[in-house]
């Protein structure tokens, strides 16, 4: 079984920047891709960005450009630098682990609220 920590979550200003992070640990094991989602009030959880084990990456229209996801494999980490943040990007965001027939993982999740 696989356990994630997230961290790096918290209030900044519009135009501000954020960095989360996601530590995996336990059972670790044909991860085939780790990821971060979000979810707004009242709102659907929605992906924010992915990066496969071939190092791919795919990201949402509305972070295209500010967001980057990167990943420490040897540490089991993966990123979520945020730049240009802006108010419409206050949610919870999720860590996520795809591992294929393994099944699936998700964090406890961690606030992100831009606000002036």
């Known amino acids: 079984q696989v356990r994630l920590v997230e961290s790096g979550g918290g209030s900044v200003q519009p135009g501000g920047s954020l960095r989360l992070s996601c530590a995996a640990s336990?059972?670790?094991?044909?991860?085939?891709?780790m990821g971060w989602y979000r979810q707004a009030p009242g709102k659907e959880r929605e992906l924010v960005a992915t990066i496969r084990i071939d190092k791919s990456t795919n990201y949402a229209d509305s972070v295209k450009g500010r967001f980057t996801i990167s990943r420490n494999k040897a540490q089991n980490t993966v990123y979520l630098q945020m730049n240009s943040l802006k108010p419409e990007d206050t949610a919870v965001y999720y860590c996520n682990v795809n591992q294929g027939q393994l099944g699936t993982t998700w964090g406890q999740g961690t606030q992100v609220t831009v606000s002036s």
């Open positions: 336990g059972i670790i094991r044909s991860i085939y891709a």
